[in-house]
Structures are given as structure tokens and as C-alpha cells.
């Protein structure tokens, strides 16, 4: 392959410590084979730094080695920070190296939040968010598009951490922080098994960045709300997905995340092995990605999102805040991801949202109430609180809950199956003011029509499991075969399928099923932890083609709140 340097004027205007380094893959077997594979990435920097030194001497910088990355390239750092023009140079002369493939910086990124908190609010709100329950502006996630709550499914949040709010705490799955930097990461340390938010407080120029001094974001824990925040447990506010398993994996700090640390975390969130790190053993569905920086797609990042598809992951991003081309901004624009804008209650683009042929979808991203800490700093656990947020990253999650909660859970449908479904799944129109902001708001209902969840009139339909219950008959003096087993999935609905022949017997005919999603059986329902059908109560003896029904599935949320 020719080696290659950022494209010219594609850097933002930032000055650059830190540079990916990727090998060629002859560079990498030839070193394997000669000195296997560990000492292989040290190998081939020992043999670039000929290279590196000679464009070090020539700029008055030292260079070091840092760490290798999850696929084996090398992250190096110099003594001082380059401008735009002297990063090209550095980069330019390293990829020159005949073991050099590409050389890139290793961004700065940044949760894509929009502005301040606007609104502070303690008390149970789901009458408050909008953003789930209006039919034509919000997601419509309501009635019987909530029956499937993306039970354990596992979504990992690449963001800032969490703190452990009372209304998200008991949903989520072990994560890991995978922030190199110490001073951004405040922790005392680099990587490590707690991906707690230590808070991003940061007074001015503390990253030496010329940045104005902000306060905590809490950033991870308000998009980890949106997703999976408990419902019907008399707190708070309801998460798109709320059974579904958050798994935060903190890759910003205080002086925002690097390209090569969120690269590894995407690896790592989808099974993939990171050296140094111990294997994810509970490997997430989807990954959502609320951050970004205004770059192309850097080749880091372009990898690890090809390994987290190939693992079966679906990678979810923020289009971003700058109100213009999505396209700008990574990783919203790599290959492989959906992207994900921002709307308002009233149904257009929200004014800070990108745009373009890259944004995929759209969902509610301005004044979403979710969870949050009313701490300026540091976390502190009496100050859990609600707060209204904005920006493409509220927007995002709600993407990555339906899409857990309609096409990940309780289906058998492949990655591919799942976004070709998403692409093609009806959405509300978007009063779009640009000349494109993607196929609309997204729709949980539609959607779960879509995944064939819901039939036509908004029905619910199952696919479920084999099961056998014992009947006790009376007056059955022959088999019956082909006898029909009505699945009650719903109060209004039933889910039907042809089982197994029911033998004549006085007490105890087995009857056993594999369920179809054939709508429209009438049916009668028996307590949810029977086991025994009697048919020698007031119940009428069963007969062939008559309809017999099995445990009920899970009720509608609304009816749960109403006890």
C-alpha cells in the first residue's frame, strides 16, 4: 500500500503531542517471524525511529513511544506540541518509512453535548418526557412498542463514565475506563477495571488547549439515562430500553478522550481483544458513541468499528453540534455507522443538529430530561439529580435503545438483517430546513411493525419458546392431534401455533409447541406461574382445533405504573 499522512487541510486547528502509527502488514509479518509478535510492534518502532528522529531534530522535538494499540500500531508522543503545518511535516516524513502505512494524530475528542443545563427537576417525570411519548415528534415508545424493554440486552455507552444513580445503578453491566492520560482521567492512574466519572471540571488552559474553565458535564450518566434509566420503580424518569443492560466505558476525561484510547474501547466493547486489558465478558450488541471531533475519519477508529461490525456490534453516533455537515465531524462520518441527528418538540431540526448525507436518522435531542449530579467538580452521591440536556448526544441514544429494544432483543436477526430492517423501518417526516436531514424521527411503533414485533393494526406478535404445560382433561376419549396452543402475548392479542398430538387420558396429556407470529386466536388465559392446565374446573373440555393457552408474556408497562 502507499503510505499515507492526513490529507492536507483536513487537520482542525489544534496543536498535536500525539500520533497513531500504523505498520504495513508486511512490516508486521516480517517482525513476527522473527521475533514474535510482542516484540514485534516494539521491533518495527525501533526501526522507524531513524525516521522519526531525523524529522525530530528538524522540528527541535524529542519523540517516545507510548503504547501499542489494540491492532498493533504504534501510538507515539513529542516533547512539544506541533502546529497544523508542523504536524503535516512530522507525519508527512514518518509515513515516508517503508514500514509505515499511515500516520495520523491522535485526536482530542469531546462529548457532542450543546449548552448549559437548562432545567433542574427531582420529582418522577415521565409526563414530562415528550421525547417518548408523542406519536408524531417523539419516538412514540408507548402502549405495546414497549412491551419488548431490550431485557438484558447489553449497550455500551463510550463516554465519560457514570456515576451510580439510583434511577440507573441496578442496570448495568461491568465496564472498564480506558483513560491513558492521568490529568484527564483524575483517578490517579491510566487504564483500569472502574469506568466511574471522576468528573471533566477543568479551570482554564488546564489541558493546554487556550479552553475556557467548565464545570462537570456528568455527560455519560445523562446518555446512559436516556437508554436504560429504570422504569416503574417509582423514581424519576423511564429509559427508552429500560431493562436493557448499560455498560459505561469511559473514554473522556477532563482534557476530552484520545483517537487510540476510544478505538480500543470500541474493540474491547465488542469482544475484541485489547492487550493489557482484560476480555470483555459481556460483550455489548450496540455501541453508542455521543462524542466527536472535527476531523475525518481517522483509520484508528475506521478499523475498530470494522472489528466491532465483524463481531456482530451495531455502532451508533452522534452527528454532532456545529450545524453543519455531518461529513466533518468522526465518527459520525466513517463507514458502518448510523448516524443519528438532533429534532425538537415541535418536530424540525434542532438549529445546532448537522446535516447531511451522512446523518441516517434523526430523534429528540433538545431539552430531554434525564438523570445528571448536581455537582460542579468532583462526583458526590447526595447530589443525584434530573436535568434537561440538548445536542445530537441525547439524540443518539434514543436510536441505540429502540434499536436494542425492537430489532436486537428477541429476534434471530443477523447484524445485517438488523440494519437493513433500520434503513427501511417508516418514520415521522422531519420538517427538514437543510437540503437533507436524514428519513425522519425515528418511531418505536413503526419500528417494531418493521421488525414484525407489532402486526399491521399495532398488535403484538411473539416468537416464542418451545413449551410444554400438563393438561388435565376431562371427557377426551381420543387423541387429538394438531391441537392448537393460543400464546397470550397481550391483552389483546394472541399469538398461535399447531402443536404436538394430545393423547386421550383421565390426567396428565402433555401438550407442547413452537409458536409462530400467525395472529388473530382467540384465547383463554391461565395464571402466569401455571404449569397445570385443569380443564375439570369451569373450563370446557379441550377438543381438537380449539385453542389452549400457555404462560402470558410481559404486560404493558402502562399497566404496571397504574398499580
Known amino acids: 500500500t502507499t503510505p499515507t499522512a492526513a490529507a492536507p487541510g483536513t487537520l482542525p486547528q489544534q496543536n498535536f503531542d500525539r500520533f497513531i502509527v500504523t505498520y504495513t502488514q508486511e512490516a508486521k509479518q516480517r517482525k513476527m517471524l522473527r521475533d514474535g509478535e510482542w516484540d514485534a510492534v516494539r521491533g518495527i518502532v525501533d526501526d522507524i525511529m531513524d525516521t522519526v528522529d531525523v524529522v525530530s531534530e528538524a522540528l527541535n522535538v524529542d519523540t517516545k513511544f507510548l503504547h501499542n494499540t489494540s491492532t498493533d500500531d504504534a501510538v507515539i508522543q513529542t516533547s512539544k506540541t506541533l502546529n497544523k503545518n508542523e504536524a503535516k511535516e512530522f507525519m508527512a516524513k514518518v509515513a515516508s518509512d517503508p514500514d509505515v502505512a499511515s500516520v495520523e494524530p491522535d485526536y482530542i475528542n469531546y462529548p457532542a453535548a450543546e449548552g448549559d443545563i437548562t432545567f433542574q427537576y427531582n420529582d418522577p417525570q415521565y409526563s414530562k418526557q415528550w421525547n417518548l411519548t408523542n406519536p408524531t415528534t417523539g419516538v412514540q415508545n408507548t402502549g405495546n412498542a414497549r412491551l419488548r424493554r431490550g431485557a438484558n440486552v447489553k449497550v455500551a455507552v463510550l463516554d465519560t463514565g457514570y456515576v451510580p444513580h439510583p434511577d440507573l445503578v441496578t442496570g448495568m453491566a461491568n465496564g472498564y475506563d480506558f483513560v491513558s492520560d492521568p490529568l484527564s482521567a483524575r483517578d490517579g492512574d491510566g487504564r483500569d477495571p472502574n469506568p466511574r466519572d471522576e468528573g471533566d471540571y477543568a479551570p482554564y488552559n488546564l489541558c493546554k488547549d487556550q479552553a475556557n474553565a467548565h464545570t462537570s458535564t456528568w455527560h455519560g450518566t445523562s446518555v446512559a439515562g436516556i437508554i436504560g434509566a429504570r422504569g416503574n420503580n417509582r423514581m424519576g424518569i423511564v429509559g427508552a430500553a429500560d431493562l436493557a443492560r448499560v455498560q459505561p466505558v469511559r473514554v473522556l476525561g477532563r482534557c476530552g478522550g484520545r483517537t487510540s484510547d476510544i478505538a480500543d474501547a470500541i474493540i474491547w466493547a ?294
Open 270 to 563: 465488542a469482544g475484541g481483544h485489547v492487550d493489557g486489558v482484560p476480555d470483555n465478558a459481556y460483550p455489548a450488541k450496540i455501541i453508542n458513541m455521543s462524542i466527536g471531533t472535527v476531523t475525518t475519519c481517522p483509520a484508528a477508529y475506521q478499523r475498530a468499528i470494522n472489528i466491532a461490525r465483524s463481531k456482530g456490534a451495531i455502532v451508533v453516533a452522534a452527528a454532532g453540534n456545529g450545524n453543519t455537515e455531518a461529513s466533518k465531524y468522526a465518527p459520525a462520518n466513517c463507514m458502518g455507522v448510523i448516524t443519528v441527528g438532533a429534532t425538537t418538540k415541535a418536530g424540525t431540526r434542532a438549529s445546532f443538529s448537522n446535516y447531511g448525507t451522512r446523518v441516517n436518522i434523526l430523534a429528540p435531542g433538545e431539552n430531554i430530561l434525564t438523570l445528571s449530579m448536581n455537582s460542579l467538580d468532583r462526583p458526590d452521591n447526595t447530589k443525584f439529580s434530573y436535568d434537561y440536556e440538548s445536542g445530537t448526544s441525547m439524540s443518539a441514544p434514543h436510536v441505540s435503545a429502540l434499536l436494542a429494544q425492537q430489532l436486537v432483543n428477541g429476534t434471530s436477526m443477523t447484524t445485517k438483517q438488523v440494519e437493513e430492517a433500520f434503513t427501511l423501518m417508516g418514520t415521522n417526516r422531519i420538517k427538514c430546513d437543510k437540503y437533507f436531514c436524514g428519513r425522519g424521527i425515528i418511531n418505536s411503533f413503526k419500528l417494531a411493525k418493521q421488525a414484525g414485533n407489532l402486526d399491521a393494526n399495532g398488535r403484538v406478535t411473539y416468537l416464542r419458546p418451545r413449551k410444554t404445560i400438563k393438561v388435565i382433561s376431562k371427557g377426551l376419549s381420543a387423541g387429538a392431534s394438531n391441537t392448537k396452543i393460543a400464546d397470550r402475548a397481550a391483552a389483546d392479542e394472541a399469538a398461535e401455533a399447531t402443536a404436538e398430538a394430545l393423547t386421550a387420558g383421565a390426567n396428565g396429556e402433555s401438550l407442547t409447541g413452537d409458536y409462530d407470529r400467525i395472529p388473530g386466536a382467540p384465547a383463554m388465559e391461565i395464571p402466569e406461574d401455571a404449569q397445570v392446565y385443569d380443564l375439570n374446573g369451569d373450563a370446557e373440555p379441550i377438543t381438537q382445533d380449539e385453542p389452549l393457552v400457555t404462560n402470558p408474556a410481559q404486560k404493558p408497562r402502562e399497566a404496571e405504573e397504574q398499580r
